[in-house]
T-cell receptor
Framework: AQSVAQPEDQVNVAEGNPLTVKCTYS??????LFWYVQYPNRGLQFLLKYITGDNLVKGSYGFEAEFNKSQTSFHLKKPSALVSDSALYFC?????????????FGTGTKLQVIP | DVKVTQSSRYLVKRTGEKVFLECVQDMDHENMFWYRQDPGLGLRLIYFSYDVKMKEKGDIPEGYSVSREKKERFSLILESASTNQTSMYLC????????????FGPGTRLTVT
C-alpha cells in the first residue's frame, strides 16, 4: 500500500523568506512523487515530479523539491517566497510496483505568505 | 495546453436524485480519474479508468459508479445522492502507463440538500 503525509495543515512565512512545505511517504517499491498547487477557486496544477535520477528536482514558479530516500521525504522548497505563492499545496505518491496509475494525495498544506 | 472540462461548476441536487457529472479531456489521454476534495481530507480517489470501458475502484467507490464509453469522456454517476456526498468533485487525466502528471479540471461543487 502507498501513503503520503503532510504533517502541517498550514505554513506561514514572510515574503522574501525561504519556504518549506513538508511531505513524507510510504511505498513498497520505488516511489514516483509529485507536488501540485491549488490557487483559490481554481483546479490543481502540476508543479514538479521525481521519477528517478537527481534528488533535487526543479519545477514551475521557482519551486524545487528534494527527494530523500533514507528519510522517505519529498519536501517542497523555494528560496524566496512571494505573496502570490499563497495557496494550497498537495504532495502525491505512486508506488512503482502498483499495477495502474493510482496516485495517493496528501491532505494538503495551506501556505500563507505574509507581506 | 491540455484542457480538462467539467460539465458544471456548481450543482444543487436533492437527496435521492440521480446525478451525472461529466468530464472531457482533449489530449487523447489514456487515464482519467474522479476525486472528491473535502477540507482536512485532501483528495480521495473515487474511480479511475485506464482505457475505454475499463474502470478501477479507488479508495472510496461506495455510492458512485462511472462510465467511459469514449476515450475523451469520463462520467461519474451518483445513483441516489445523499447529503454526505456534498463535496467538490475533481476530474483529472494523464498520459500513458508510467508516472506522468495529472491534469485537472476546474471542479464541480455539488451540494445535496
Amino acid at each position: 500500500a502507498q501513503s503520503v503525509a503532510q504533517p502541517e495543515d498550514q505554513v506561514n512565512v514572510a515574503e522574501g523568506n525561504p519556504l518549506t512545505v513538508k511531505c513524507t511517504y510510504s511505498v513498497s517499491g520505488n516511489p514516483y512523487l509529485f507536488w501540485y498547487v491549488q490557487y483559490p477557486n481554481r483546479g490543481l496544477q502540476f508543479l514538479l515530479k521525481y521519477i528517478t535520477g537527481d534528488n533535487l528536482v526543479k519545477g514551475s514558479y521557482g519551486f524545487e523539491a528534494e527527494f530523500n530516500k533514507s528519510q522517505t521525504s519529498f519536501h517542497l522548497k523555494k528560496p524566496s517566497a512571494l505573496v502570490s505563492d499563497s495557496a494550497l499545496y498537495f504532495c502525491a505518491v505512486r508506488d512503482e510496483s502498483e499495477g495502474y496509475q493510482k496516485v495517493t494525495f496528501g491532505t494538503g498544506t495551506k501556505l500563507q505568505v505574509i507581506p | 495546453d491540455v484542457k480538462v472540462t467539467q460539465s458544471s461548476r456548481y450543482l444543487v441536487k436533492r437527496t435521492g436524485e440521480k446525478v451525472f457529472l461529466e468530464c472531457v479531456q482533449d489530449m487523447d489521454h489514456e487515464n482519467m480519474f474522479w476525486y472528491r476534495q473535502d477540507p482536512g481530507l485532501g483528495l480521495r480517489l473515487i474511480y479511475f479508468s485506464y482505457d475505454v470501458k475499463m474502470k478501477e475502484k479507488g479508495d472510496i467507490p461506495e455510492g458512485y459508479s462511472v462510465s467511459r464509453e469514449k476515450k475523451e469522456r469520463f462520467s461519474l454517476i451518483l445513483e441516489s445522492a445523499s447529503t454526505n456526498q456534498t463535496s467538490m468533485y475533481l476530474c483529472a487525466s494523464s498520459f500513458g502507463p508510467r508516472a506522468h502528471e495529472q491534469y485537472f479540471g476546474p471542479g464541480t461543487r455539488l451540494t445535496v440538500t
